[in-house]
């Protein structure tokens, strides 16, 4: 797998892990039971494609994994601030810019 590709699926997966944990936020938190039910259905065949589009590839998850991290923080305050209304505060942005740090780190080094 190219090193393009790496990273177009780690984006995808990113994006289901933390879209499959956003249906079970509303669904934990909205009192129509049929609605419940869809949300925890739909998050859980999301939260079921994540684990697989991220495991099925063989490559080193272990060296991918920080940039895998940098994804699902991006894509966890896109979802809190479009789904939620949730802006994040000035120490989650400071704790992020460590994040984006240590992922580029990891993934621009050499093996």
Not at 30 to 36: E, L
Not at 92 to 100: A, M, R
Request: proline residues 3%; without cysteine.
């Amino acid at each position: 797998m190219t090193r393009g590709t790496s990273i177009l699926v780690l984006l995808f997966a990113a994006a289901l892990e933390s879209g499959g944990d956003a249906l079970l936020r509303s669904a934990l938190r909205t009192s129509q039971v049929p609605v419940r039910i869809l949300l925890f259905a739909a998050g859980a065949v999301v939260l079921f494609a994540y684990g697989w589009v991220v495991n099925a590839p063989s490559w080193d998850f272990g060296r991918l994994l920080g940039l895998y991290v940098v994804f699902f923080f991006v894509m966890a305050q896109v979802i809190a601030w479009l789904a939620f209304s949730q802006l994040p505060s000035r120490s989650l942005l400071v704790g992020g810019i460590l994040i984006l740090t240590g992922g580029l780190v990891i993934a621009l080094s050499e093996r």
